[in-house]
């Protein structure tokens, strides 16, 4: 009777010990959320990008081929960690213009909330457009599920947009002409 409640035990212990690790490196979804809203004031589009903070990292060693800890939020934090994540953000997010001439975008900052990390971006002075084209395919070098939303705000339309690994731009369109 001993033998089968040790072997339950060991193995309760196994998977207790491998899920616990495990769930450091991966999670089950695989998703960012891209707020872009139209300041008429500064003529500028103004962003929020939420990311996992574990996905923005191994994306950063992955990229840089840096295997050091980044440890984004920490006081250890890697001191070039923000010139890569704006490197990292321009390379895989992008606003274009209707005939495809990408905007400039400028890394504000970011703010680390645990396992969620907020990046600030704007855009160089700019005139709103009838549409834009939203692009990223942030992250689906890691995962090939990878889901981009980016919502767009203006003072004639909001909305949401879905961009995937598969399908990584979305025309949108402001004007109610169309």
């Not at 840089?64 to 250890?76: M, T």
């Not at 969620?116 to 692009?135: A, K, V």
């Not at 705000?153 to 947009?161: K, V």
Request: proline letters at 3%; aromatic letters at 12%.
């Amino acid at each position: 009777m001993r033998f089968p409640v040790l072997i339950a035990s060991m193995l309760f212990t196994m998977l207790t010990h491998t899920a616990m690790h495990s769930s450091n490196l991966i999670h089950d979804f695989h998703y960012s959320r891209m707020s872009w809203e139209w300041n008429a004031q500064s003529n500028t589009w103004q962003g929020i990008l939420r990311v996992f903070t574990d996905d923005l990292e191994l994306a950063l060693s992955k990229t840089s081929n840096e295997s050091f800890k980044w440890r984004l939020g920490d006081e250890l934090e890697h001191p070039d960690s923000d010139s890569h994540i704006a490197r990292y953000f321009m390379s895989h997010w992008k606003i274009m213009d209707a005939e495809l001439v990408p905007l400039t975008l400028h890394y504000v900052g970011k703010e680390v909330d645990y396992d969620i990390t907020y990046l600030y971006i704007e855009s160089d002075p700019t005139s709103i457009e009838n549409e834009i084209i939203l692009w990223s395919d942030g992250f689906c070098e890691l995962f090939e599920d990878q889901v981009n939303e980016a919502a767009t705000e203006t003072p004639e339309a909001s909305g949401r947009h879905w961009l995937t690994c598969e399908d990584p731009s979305q025309r949108v369109k402001f004007s109610q002409d169309d």
